[in-house]
């Protein structure tokens, strides 16, 4: 089983960088569909996933996955190689959804390419027919970030949120990324909680995260409890580093949560 993943990333790989329009990888399951969108003159590649089964109105639920700093770039594969892909293979026999995976070009933020994500989740969504009503946001580290920032520009846009090892501030060894919607305020926290109250919310860190520091979700929860937020988790994993990803969409109780929400 190792050495067939090994071959299938590789080939995955390979297709992408041909810009073939076909599948990155197909298993029993759906398939890894390799798309482009051209936002603001550039061409930029993407991938989706589109589940097997569809339910019986024929509108599978949309999420919408920004990647971390390590998978920027053009190729349209390297968000899916880390954090919800690996996931989203692994089930993808059963998974239900369409997966959007953007790419943010290289030493940039989600919070400078949000018409690129929504670009790309405007185009899957339409072709293959998702259901507006139950679109998720959800990101790991940048990503993390990039979620609570672009739920931040359109509040009522998502049916939920998944930020993963993410965060409001600034980051300290990297000032430009930051959920930049609430710079300025007096509280960015209060700020975003008050924003973003009534949208369902389950964030995920590691207590011993070493790269974003798990003080930005504590504080976060904190405030969308103050703000009265109608459904907000937090789950911190107590021997985990930056890497909460894995145990985060390795957590069941996340999928039954998720896909009851609708706007």
């Given at each position: ?48 996933f ?74 899957a969504?339409?072709?293959f ?54 710079q ?6 209060a ?21 974003v ?44 949560w ?6």
């Amino acid at each position: 089983m190792v050495i067939f993943r090994f071959f299938a990333m590789a080939a995955a790989l390979l297709v992408a960088l041909a810009g073939c329009s076909r599948t990155d990888m197909q298993q029993d399951g759906g398939p890894f569909l390799a798309r482009e969108v051209m936002v603001d003159g550039a061409t930029h590649r993407y991938q989706v996933f589109v589940p097997k089964r569809t339910e019986a109105n024929g509108k599978p639920p949309v999420i919408l996955f920004l990647h971390g700093s390590g998978e920027r770039g053009s190729d349209g594969v390297k968000p899916t190689l880390v954090g919800l892909g690996p996931y989203v293979r692994a089930h993808a026999d059963a998974f239900p959804a369409i997966v959007v995976f953007p790419q943010a070009p290289d030493d940039q933020e989600w919070s400078d390419n949000a018409p690129l994500a929504f670009a790309a989740l405007d185009a899957a969504t339409g072709e293959f027919g998702g259901d507006p009503a139950r679109t998720y946001l959800t990101g790991i580290s940048m990503g993390g970030y990039g979620t609570w920032d672009l739920a931040l520009m359109q509040p009522q846009r998502f049916a939920a949120l998944v930020p993963v090892c993410g965060g409001i501030e600034p980051h300290p060894d990297r000032p430009t990324m930051a959920a930049r919607f609430v710079q300025g305020q007096a509280d960015p926290f209060a700020a975003a909680a008050q924003r973003l109250r009534r949208t369902p919310v389950w964030i995920f860190h590691g207590a011993k995260d070493d790269a974003v520091p798990p003080e930005q979700s504590r504080r976060m929860a904190a405030a969308l409890k103050v703000a009265g937020a109608s459904d907000a988790r937090y789950t911190e994993f107590p021997d985990a580093n930056h890497n909460s990803w894995d145990p985060a969409y390795a957590t069941p109780e996340l999928w039954i949560w998720l896909f009851a929400q609708r706007r």
